[in-house]
């Protein structure tokens, strides 16, 4: 099939993805090609929500057959309003099938019509490219998924945990390394040291070894050991303080990921005030950069159950950050701190990706261009009043990829 593809020519954001796609297809005898008017169908990989916006586009722009894939898909729902065909999981078993009436009635595929579907999980280690994006820059797909089942995580509940062959991590950065090409190797957990120069790891793996590099990313999620307890990492703030003590004695920097939105405010002044104590002790000289974003009750997880009991009182904002990041500078003059989006953000985020009727999609898109003219409660009660938060909790099996609807 000849598959028009513009995301692979125009757009270099998230190149990986599209280039692992094209790769994929290009290896099974398919055509990639920019050109609309000359292909069988188009391509469109949404990643998340905020990527609706360029499928909407698109619809309007061509009546070409649209086949929409990419992590977001498993919102089938919500994707299927802008397109023909969703493909559900990974794109390998899709680059096998030779046409659109394989693709359509493949169980890995959403065309509107009731049956039992299944998130493909099939990944061809051994095809997945190194991607150049840049003269000294590449990136490398290390895995999928994640060993721990956070409350919150998309991709924990969507996604099977699986890596690549160590092998083939340590071929594509003797590759790189040859060519002096800093090599990122994408996945969301490490336990052992890839030599990469930035790596994610869980907090937990990072305090067990020694770690090379500049950068290491690790989740904290909720400022409460009792929160992180009961919908988290179970991460202890001794960890963290062992956590900002090893970065230093490494040289190191640290980007430490957090959730918001959840605990009130008052838990996260509490937070703030116990890391402030930690940087007095351990005078740290490398960054240390505190990133925060707003919570957002996405179907699949465990806390989609607890989508309509919502506080957006819960919710900081740059003024929050701010005021954080003035205490800290006074401890530190290695600290950064990153602001989360504002609920109306969030809120809208979560309307998109609940809806299921183009009249619910095109009114939160109409609330993304008024955003500014918002406040938390008129958004908070827009996510009730546009029935939204009534979309069905779906659940998928690990195991056999099976998707299935939730009775609450």
Known sequence: MIYAFPQYFNSKSRFLTYNVVAKALLAEGHKITDNIAESDAVLYSCCDVMDLKGLRKLRKETSKPIIAGGAYAFNYWSL????????????????????LDDISDSPHCYSGK??????????????????QIKKTSAYYWGGVGCSHKCS??????????????????EKARRICQAKKINLMV?????DYDSKTKTKDMLLTNYLKIPVTGNFIRCGIEFADEQTRQAKAKAITDKEIFMAIQKAKAENLSLRLFHITGYEPLSSWERYIDRFGNYLNIVKNNRLIHLMFNNLQYQNYTPLYKERKSINPDNYIDHTDTKRWYDLLRQRSSHIL???????QHVACRMGLELSTSIEQAEFWFDMFN????????????????SGVLDTPRRKLNINTGQITIVKE
């Open 80 to 99: 299927k309003l802008y397109c023909d065909l969703v493909w559900i999981g990974e794109i390998y078993e899709m680059a096998k099938l030779k046409t």
């Open 114 to 131: 009731e049956k039992e579907l299944f998130a493909s999980q099939l990944i061809k280690w051994d095809q997945v490219p190194i991607t």
């Open 152 to 169: 919150f995580c998309f991709t924990s509940w969507t996604h099977k945990h699986e890596t690549n062959n160590k092998a083939y991590i």
């Open 186 to 190: 994408v996945s969301n957990e490490y």
């Open 337 to 343: 701190l990153g602001a989360p989006s504002p609920f």
């Open 370 to 385: 008024k955003k500014n003219k918002m406040i938390k409660r008129q958004s908070y009660d827009a996510l009730f009043a």
